[in-house]
């Protein structure tokens, strides 16, 4: 098993090979990923229900990337066939990119630190197969593994949705819903269209919210099935807006959902926990700076400010209060990565990433979004 590289990619999802097929154009051969569980794994654990809210179209022959691709020429629409993928879908789409770029994916080994290197220079990694060390590291760790209740109280009395692998298994009639953004009201319909009524409670009403960015409200898919649902579904459903939930608690064979007025909801069954995951690198967040409880890159290439060489690519990159939450909005910063690598490695790097420019994968502008729904959403969990 190789232990050097002069790239290595922690996580094999969406962040990691992204980048990693960007820098296999700039010609760099000795990149390693590596996954403790294997190319796409975090989509292949989602419960067989679940499904990419953004749509996926092959409109790449008239320059406009669809928009699930990780990479400037493929597309999942015209690879898989489907709109909305589902978790194993999309990692089979992941799995013929790594296969068709030849990437390098070391799986089954986790990484449990990571630390400057010493006199050798670069990033010393921590994993379960020993010690490596990477002259880069890109660290794109994601965060399924990192389900959040933000600061509800009691939330391990509570039922966390991206748990649920069957809802025909949930027994009872009536359940309520913490969380009202994209998990929440996917839970409530899922629940519905079994003939269960729903009581959904959420800070603000975000199932009502327009706006402009796509990310500031339920997608298109999600409201379109909320329709149906509250149309045909034989469950009901009951809209709690600006109650935020604080605390969960069990009393005689039921549970007490105690909203920030005080008020108490009473729920027969296990309260639902629909807010999402966490915000935290995990076990890299201590290799970068913070501020205001997010964390800290650089604008020149998502490099971290307080270990140089470490770079982020994933969900939880933030700049100017933006966050690059979806893959079409975190892709963005593929190219950026791969040519702040290039430049230090002397390598080519303007003609090899200009597919990667003209698809928008090498973006920095970073004005392009501000204001971003996944904010809000981190919020809410926090005040749940
Ligand atoms: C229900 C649902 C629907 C979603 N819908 C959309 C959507 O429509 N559009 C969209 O853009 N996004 C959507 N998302 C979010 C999207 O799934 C994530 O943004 C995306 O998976 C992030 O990609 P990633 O590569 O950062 O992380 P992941 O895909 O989670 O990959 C991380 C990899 O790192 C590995 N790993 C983790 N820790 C370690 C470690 N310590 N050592 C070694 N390996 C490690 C894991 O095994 C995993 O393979 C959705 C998420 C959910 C849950």
């Known amino acids: 098993m190789k232990q050097e590289a002069d790239v290595i990619i922690v996580g094999a999802g969406p962040a990691g090979l992204g980048v990693a097929v960007a820098l296999r154009a700039c010609g760099m051969t000795d990149v390693l990923i590596v996954d403790s569980a294997g190319v796409g794994a975090s989509f292949d654990a989602w419960p067989d229900h679940m499904r990419l809210l953004t749509p996926s179209f092959f409109s790449n022959p008239f320059g406009i990337t669809d928009l699930n691709a990780i990479t400037p020429n493929t597309s999942p629409a015209e690879f898989l066939r489907t709109e909305h993928p589902t978790g194993a879908q999309y990692a089979r789409y992941l799995r013929a990119v790594a296969s068709y770029y030849k990437l390098c994916v070391d799986a089954g080994i986790t990484v449990t630190g990571l630390r400057r290197a010493g006199r050798e220079g670069g990033i010393e990694l921590k994993t379960s197969a020993g010690k490596m060390r990477g002259r880069f590291v890109v660290w ?55 003939g269960k009524d729903v009581s959904l409670y959420s800070r603000g009403e975000p199932w ?13 898919f999600t409201f379109d099935r909320l329709q149906a649902a509250l149309k045909d579904a034989s469950g009901c459903i009951r809209f709690h807006k600006d109650t935020g939930i604080s605390e969960i608690r069990a009393a005689d064979g039921a549970y007490e959902l105690v909203d920030e007025r005080g008020l108490v909801h009473v729920s027969a069954t296990r309260p639902i926990i629909a807010t999402g995951f966490s915000g935290s690198l995990g076990i890299a967040g201590g290799c970068f700076d913070w501020k205001e409880g997010a964390p800290v890159f650089s604008e020149e290439a998502d490099e971290s400010t307080r270990m140089e060489g470490l770079f982020y690519s994933g969900p939880q990159l933030r700049h100017r209060g933006a966050k690059f939450c979806f893959i079409y909005k975190f892709r963005a910063r593929f190219g950026i990565i791969a040519r702040e690598i290039a430049r230090r490695l002397d390598l080519e790097w303007e003609e090899p ?3 990667w420019r003209k698809a928008g994968f090498m973006n920095d502008d970073l004005d392009c979004c501000t204001d971003c729904r996944c904010d809000v959403e981190h919020e809410e969990a926090a005040h749940v």
Do not use: C, N
């Open 208 to 220: 009502r919210t327009h706006d402009l960015d796509p990310s500031l409200q339920l997608a298109p």
């Open 353 to 355: 990433l200009k597919a």
């Open 140 to 194: 794109a760790a994601g965060e399924f593994a990192q389900p959040s209740a933000g600061t509800l109280r009691g939330a391990e009395i509570g039922l966390h949705s991206s748990r649920i692998r069957d809802y025909k298994e949930l027994k009872g009639a009536e359940f309520a819903v913490i969380g009202g953004y994209e998990s929440g009201v996917d839970v409530a319909i899922r629940l519905m269209w079994l």
